[in-house]
């Protein structure tokens, strides 16, 4: 039963990463290189698109961007659309 609700949640988190994926511009997501920029159009956009993404699917709390670093295995977030400042992941 535990694993049939693990592989059910997977498959559900995949979908919508999925669905995701295909609404955040890539091309403005490589635009965003400091933190300084949370402020300007590409990453106000894509916190909005993240933020409509939540109002949408209530099971969602919490969705960002993430993107590799030059370390091996590491990434680094990129936009957050957590609306408290405070609690919002950081470059």
Same mark, same amino acid.
């Given at each position: 039963?535990?694993?049939?609700?693990?592989?059910?949640?997977?498959?559900?988190?995949?979908?919508?990463?999925?669905?995701?994926?295909?609404?955040?511009?890539?091309?403005?997501?490589?635009?965003?290189?400091?933190? %300084?920029?949370?402020?300007?159009?590409?990453?106000?956009?894509?916190?909005?698109?993240? @933020?409509? *993404?939540?109002? $949408?699917? +209530? =099971?969602? %709390?919490?969705?960002?961007?993430?993107?590799?670093?030059?370390?091996?295995?590491?990434? @680094?977030? *990129?936009?957050? $659309?957590? +609306? =408290?400042?405070?609690?919002?992941?950081?470059?």
């Amino acid at each position: 039963m535990r694993t049939d609700h693990i592989q059910t949640l997977n498959r559900e988190l995949r979908n919508v990463v999925a669905v995701a994926s295909l609404q955040v511009d890539g091309d403005a997501l490589e635009q965003i290189t400091s933190l %300084k920029q949370g402020n300007l159009p590409p990453y106000l956009t894509i916190r909005k698109t993240l @933020s409509k *993404i939540i109002s $949408a699917t +209530p =099971d969602i %709390k919490d969705i960002y961007t993430l993107r590799k670093t030059d370390k091996s295995g590491q990434y @680094s977030f *990129i936009v957050d $659309a957590d +609306p =408290d400042p405070q609690s919002v992941a950081h470059m």
